[in-house]
């Protein structure tokens, strides 16, 4: 069987969110036995390719040149010109033109809930997107329950063609890592944008140096995102602005020696559709707090982390002095947020989506 897969940006150096998931799935897919009788097609924008991984000789690459729209009539031309069994799709949107076996991957309807994030354009193409892919696709893999849920209530979705296959975690690198020196530090990592909360995570904070004095700094980690200005200026506004480090973004050994310190990690996000730095913190052996909706709870276990209102900045300060004063409980939920972590892997997942691929057999 002849499976294309679209690398969107899988490829790219700085890889965020489904560009990870992408990345590691493509690696995990080359290392199952059973895509050995395959051949895999790759397809690729030179433009947002730094970096490609070695594969095995059935796993080719094609880079695709196009000055724009790349994925709705680049690939769609090259497709026709070149048809393959299935297409995989690791994203919301489609080629104008694609086989009848093509699975596409949801990884959330953020901008359902939160539109007031996304520009205008952007948001009708994403509405747009998830429409056709609900109409056309054969098969579609959830992130989770909660993106399945919400694909049958906002978009009428058959929820016979849609398969939840959870993101994975990487496990640790290099054992005894040497833990950063500076104090204690409560840590947030992900895009630095209105939608994840970022000003309720700064005001949370200031609310905790200010009621309980906890000699706590603030890391934030992750690119910048939409409305970045307007959040640095509510850090500079803080009066413990001095407390407040701006990492910009961080290859996975920089990302591991600051959960390898952490104290706490602070995940209040509006809305997710899975939300895998709370894996990434759970498996490094951090405490978690995160937020009570969408799929953060389903993610990090019932019993994996403290659960709080994102819109209640009290609510958030209190769960920071809490975990930070209440030794008993920080070690329950390590040894909970480690037992969650392992039931998730990028190996598990490469296999439960091959497992779809090859449900298309004809």
């Known amino acids: 069987m002849k499976i294309g897969i679209h690398t969107g940006s899988a490829f790219f150096s700085e890889r965020t969110g489904v560009e990870e998931y992408s990345y590691q799935l493509i690696k995990n897919i080359a290392k199952l036995d059973e895509v050995k009788d395959h051949q895999f097609i790759l397809y690729v924008d030179p433009k947002t390719a730094d970096i490609i991984p070695e594969l095995p000789e059935n796993f080719k690459i094609k880079k695709l040149n196009s000055p724009f729209l790349w994925t709705k009539l680049r690939l769609s031309f090259e497709l026709f010109s070149h048809p393959v069994d299935v297409l995989f799709v690791p994203a919301n949107f489609m080629p104008l033109?694609?086989?009848?076996?093509?699975?596409?991957?949801?990884?959330?309807?953020?901008?359902?809930?939160?539109?007031e994030s996304y520009p205008k354009k952007d948001l009708y193409y994403l509405k747009q997107g998830t429409r056709e892919v609900v109409k056309k696709a054969k098969k579609i893999i959830a992130v989770s329950e909660n993106t399945k849920i919400d694909l049958k209530d906002l978009y009428n979705a058959d929820m016979e063609k849609i398969t939840v296959i959870h993101h994975g975690v990487l496990n640790k690198g290099e054992k005894n890592r040497k833990k950063i020196?500076?104090?204690?530090?409560?840590?947030?990592?992900?895009?630095?944008?209105?939608?994840?909360?970022?000003?309720?995570?700064?005001?949370?904070?200031?609310?905790?140096?200010?009621?309980?004095?906890?000699?706590?700094?603030?890391?934030?980690?992750?690119?910048?995102?939409?409305?970045?200005?307007?959040?640095?200026?509510?850090?500079?506004?803080?009066?413990?602005?001095?407390?407040?480090?701006?990492?910009?973004?961080?290859?996975?050994?920089?990302?591991?020696d600051l959960l390898e310190g952490a104290n706490i990690f602070l995940f209040p996000s509006f809305y997710e559709g899975f939300g895998m730095p709370i894996l990434e913190a759970q498996e490094r052996g951090v405490p978690v707090i995160t937020s009570n909706i969408?799929?953060?709870?389903?993610?990090?276990?019932?019993?994996?982390?403290?659960?709080?209102?994102?819109?209640?900045?009290?609510?958030?300060?209190?769960a920071l002095k809490t975990l930070a004063e209440?030794?008993?409980?920080?070690?329950?939920?390590?040894?909970?947020?480690?037992?969650?972590?392992?039931?998730?892997?990028?190996?598990?997942?490469?296999?439960?989506?091959?497992?779809?691929?090859?449900?298309?057999?004809?």
């Open 326 to 362: 209440d030794d008993n409980l920080r070690q329950n939920l390590i040894e909970q947020g480690k037992r969650n972590a392992e039931k998730y892997s990028w190996e598990k997942c490469a296999k439960e989506t091959m497992d779809v691929l090859l449900s298309l057999r004809s």
């Open 97 to 115: 033109f694609c086989p009848e076996n093509t699975v596409v991957t949801i990884h959330g309807l953020e901008f359902e809930y939160l539109p």
């Open 294 to 318: 969408s799929s953060m709870p389903e993610v990090a276990g019932k019993d994996g982390a403290l659960f709080v209102d994102p819109n209640n900045l009290e609510d958030m300060a209190n």
């Open 181 to 256: 020196e500076g104090g204690k530090y409560i840590l947030y990592i992900g895009r630095l944008e209105t939608k994840k909360n970022i000003k309720g995570i700064v005001e949370a904070f200031n609310e905790l140096k200010i009621a309980y004095n906890i000699p706590y700094k603030l890391i934030l980690a992750g690119k910048e995102g939409k409305d970045f200005g307007k959040l640095k200026n509510i850090i500079k506004t803080s009066p413990y602005k001095n407390d407040i480090v701006l990492t910009g973004y961080l290859n996975q050994k920089e990302k591991e």
